[in-house]
Structure formats: structure tokens, C-alpha cells
């Protein structure tokens, strides 16, 4: 393990790159798929699309339901999402360390 990859995994912990890695995707079936770093674990999130029903007198809505897809949880798998997904981050020596491991054509 490199000093660089030591810095972030430690700046990770510490919950400085904490936030939403990328943009929103919508499925074809309505449910929103993202990528966050929560409190220094990366986390790929699903939440279903809500809908309604009729109670009798009215429509009323209900939320979906929030899904965990995946986790990033052993360093090694930390750094496999810096690697690929670093680019997405508003952080810029993440950027570069993803940058690092960019196929080359």
C-alpha cells in the first residue's frame, strides 16, 4: 500500500470525502440507484419508486423503499471504489489517484 492510497483511506475514515460520489441514475422501472461515502464506508443505494393507492376517499402516496445494493468495506475494497469511481468525486487528489488506474487506449 502506497503512502497516497494510506492518506485516503485515513482522510476516508475521518469522514472528509463523506457525500454523494456522481449523479442519481433513474431505471427503466422508476427507482433511483446512487453512490455515497457515509461515514467512511462507500455504499451503492437503491430506492424504489413511491406510488399511491385509493383510501377510500382519496389517492394517497407512499415512499419507496431505500435498498442497500452493495459495500464497500475492507480497504482493499475502498480503494477498488476510489479506482473506480474516484472520478466522479468533487475531491481533487481523488481524482488523480482515479486517474491513475484509467484503461489507456
Do not use: C
Not at 468495506?73 to 475502498?78: G, L, P, R, S
Amino acid at each position: 500500500m502506497t503512502n497516497e492510497e494510506r492518506t485516503l483511506l485515513n482522510r476516508m475514515a475521518a469522514g472528509e470525502l463523506d457525500g454523494i460520489v456522481g449523479d442519481s441514475i433513474e431505471t427503466t422501472g422508476g427507482s433511483s440507484v446512487w453512490k455515497v461515502i457515509k461515514e467512511g464506508i462507500p455504499v451503492m443505494l437503491k430506492k424504489g419508486p413511491g406510488g399511491k393507492f385509493f383510501n377510500g376517499k382519496e389517492n394517497e402516496r407512499y415512499d419507496g423503499v431505500l435498498h442497500t445494493l452493495q459495500k464497500w468495506v475492507t480497504d482493499e475494497e475502498k480503494l477498488a471504489f476510489l479506482q473506480k469511481f474516484g472520478w466522479l468525486s468533487k475531491d481533487e487528489a481523488v481524482k488523480a489517484y482515479s486517474a491513475k488506474f484509467k484503461p489507456r487506449r
